[in-house]
């Protein structure tokens, strides 16, 4: 009597288990059938007839690969997406060099007001973005105004204002700051100052965090539509939000071709997220920010 108790609590606690397990897979299944969804029949539309995409249809019964060919025509985005890729390529590379410069600073060198200064920087992150339009595109206007080069429809107004990143300043200061003492005493010792220490040890320590920035930006970048409507007044520097908006627009009623448009416009975040996925969640788990 007593040697079948502990095997019916063996068996009910595998049971409960597997109940467990089966309902947090489900759940998960759930969730990726839901986030799937939209991107599923985005495609499937721009791969159908005008009559199909109009008639509601799931499945296209003929694949209309044309329909890129189209979009890509009629919308211009040859030029869009030129434009995007420089502003990205800019927008990035100012935004790593001023991060990981404050980032190391905020993690490894010691001043007065270091805690408070970061402190300040990090209340910066509850303020909502919309909220900084208006003073950014004030300053933005006036520096036009008063300094040789022009920001207004012009690519220092699309680029500048996002190379300082709170979170990307957090993210790498978090990583900076688990990089033992030791190895910052040994450089010393070999006559290293806090540029070469950051060089040649640092950096080569955080590929990790430094490409989760980057793919963020790279995202954030890519799919920027508001503040590039106001700032600019002329294709000659929109990006590809901003003609992927104008060409919905003037589609009308050809679903299939603003579905393909979409696609077009996703594609490259989808090949860096990718190629990346990895170093991006061993960053997240790496730099203490776990949900």
């Known amino acids: 009597m007593s040697s079948s108790q502990p095997r019916r609590a063996s068996r009910r606690y595998r049971i409960q288990r597997w109940v467990l397990r089966a309902l947090v897979y489900g759940v998960l299944i759930i969730g990726a059938i839901i986030a799937l969804l939209p991107f599923m029949w985005m495609v499937s539309v721009s791969l159908m007839s005008l009559g199909e995409a109009i008639a509601g249809k799931l499945i296209p019964s003929q694949l209309h690969w044309e329909n890129y060919v189209i979009a890509w025509r009629e919308g211009n985005f040859s030029e869009y997406f030129f434009n995007t890729v420089q502003i990205t390529l800019i927008t990035l590379a100012g935004e790593l060099t001023f991060s990981i410069l404050a980032a190391y600073a905020f993690a490894r060198m010691r001043f007065p007001g270091r805690d408070l200064l970061f402190g300040i920087l990090l209340s910066t992150m509850m303020v909502p973005a919309m909220v900084l339009v208006i003073p950014n595109f004030l300053t933005v206007t006036w520096l036009g105004r008063v300094g040789p080069i022009k920001w207004v429809n012009n690519w220092p107004a699309l680029t500048i204002p996002f190379m300082g990143s709170v979170f990307s300043i957090f993210l790498l200061r978090q990583f900076f700051a688990q990089i033992p003492d030791d190895l910052f005493d ?28 980057t793919v963020l930006s790279f995202i954030g970048s890519w799919n920027a539509l508001a503040w590039p409507l106001l700032v600019t007044n002329s294709p000659e520097w929109r990006p590809i939000a901003v003609g992927l908006y104008q060409f919905v627009d003037e589609a009308g009623a050809e679903m299939n071709l603003q579905m393909a448009g979409a696609v077009i416009a996703v594609i490259p975040i989808l090949i860096l997220y990718f190629l990346t996925q990895k170093q991006f969640t061993e960053s997240i788990a790496r730099s203490g920010l776990k949900g």
Do not use: E, M, R
């Not at 040994?186 to 965090?209: C, E, M, R």
């Open 186 to 213: 040994a450089a010393q010792i070999d006559g290293a100052n806090h540029l070469q220490f950051l060089w040649y040890v640092v950096l080569p320590l955080s590929k990790a965090p430094i490409l989760v920035i």
